[in-house]
């Protein structure tokens, strides 16, 4: 394992020089820089500001400060104009999965056709389109072969360029649930393809977490539920015991790690909420008692709605894309999408943004703020989710989600006001990270 994790790690370091990484990227940040922001929405929530400076000493923010900063009272430093531009924090994505974006039939053959390597490639290529679309950081609920977190850890030495990401491991579920990697696929390669990631009764529910903590998971992620891609007809209600959920999240409990869960059926997601869930990814369905158990346990409710844009895409380009079995839950989720959403929000369950690019594409990870804005949402609602909100459930409001004295010089421009149109989101052209200017 340690080899295998070393050749991947190394295969991620040679990715820097491939994809491209602006001479910008590969400098130390200068010690000290003025961004002057003609509109500045420092805190999501609140009303931004008119022609603001940003401080930023050794890739923190030191200092809002009102009106434009010369350069003459801060001796040397670096000043950048975005005086015309829209400025605010950088943008979260709380459910990705960075090793590809091919689904159906075509990712199910690219698993036993591609590398490892091929996919720490493609891993890197994604982070690089994620980066470069505005999103900061990304939780990866979902890890293939170590990839990610070498790739994470490349990330944060500063070896290649990519968003900064808060890591799974590999997903949790039960034999035959949604994370079974077997699912699909003949005896003979049934026999040797991984499946320490699923577990049945509390003690193997227990190891199972217990092993990606031990691969070095900031964060776990189970199924309760069944899932729409996965091979299998089994419908998208619970497929987990309550002592199974219990021990899964009760473990990771033990270690300091939250945990995200994939659910679909009201019946998963209450299983989730009742045992401490910290969030609840898709939640298609719910009713009543769902609702309450969210107010009630104040987990975040992360939609994916951008799902339904990947399945619709690959549907037009092969209309035998995916399996039979997976293309009766596709047409059900592409119906029924959005319609939790309509109902919790307003009652005031707190939202998170999040994708699941792979299932939609990487680099559009923005597509999904028209989306809540369709279904409910403000654009100041969606852009608080996709920042103080994404923050708070990832653990790191004390270093990002909005643009304040001590937190990361993380921050995006934009040409237009994305309060009046939230879709201008979808065309970012200054990226900064950590006080490092990644694009513009």
Known sequence: ????????????????????????????????????????????????????????????????????VPASEFPGAKVIDLSTKFVLPGLIDTHVHLTSDRAGAEGQLARVSDSTADFAYEAAWNARKTLDAGFTTVRNLGDRGGVTMALRDAISMGRVAGPRIVDAGRSISTTSGHM???????????DVIPHDNVCDGPESCRQAVRLQVGRGADVIKIATTGGVNSRIGAGLGAQMFDDEAKALIETARLYGKKVAVHAHGEDGIKLALRYGADSIEHGTIMDEETIQLFLKTKAYYVPTLST??????????????YAPEVRAKIDWRITITGESLKKAFPRGVRIAFGTDAGVSKHGRNADEFELLVKYGLTPMDAIKAATVNAADLLGLSNIIGSLEAGKQADLIAVDADPLADVTVLKQVGFVMKGGKVMKG
């Open 308 to 321: 339904v844009n990947g399945y619709l895409e690959r549907i037009a380009k092969d209309p035998n894309a």
């Open 180 to 190: 079974d990697g077997r699912l699909g696929f003949n005896d003979v390669l049934a």
């Open 1 to 68: 394992m340690m080899m295998r994790r070393g050749l991947v790690a190394a295969a991620a370091v040679v990715c820097a020089g491939l994809l491209g990484m602006t001479a910008s990227a590969r400098q130390a940040p200068s010690e000290l820089t003025l961004v002057h922001a003609g509109t500045l929405l420092d805190r999501p929530g609140q009303a931004p500001r008119r022609n603001a400076t940003l401080v930023i000493r050794g890739g923190r923010i030191e200092a809002v400060r009102d009106g434009f």
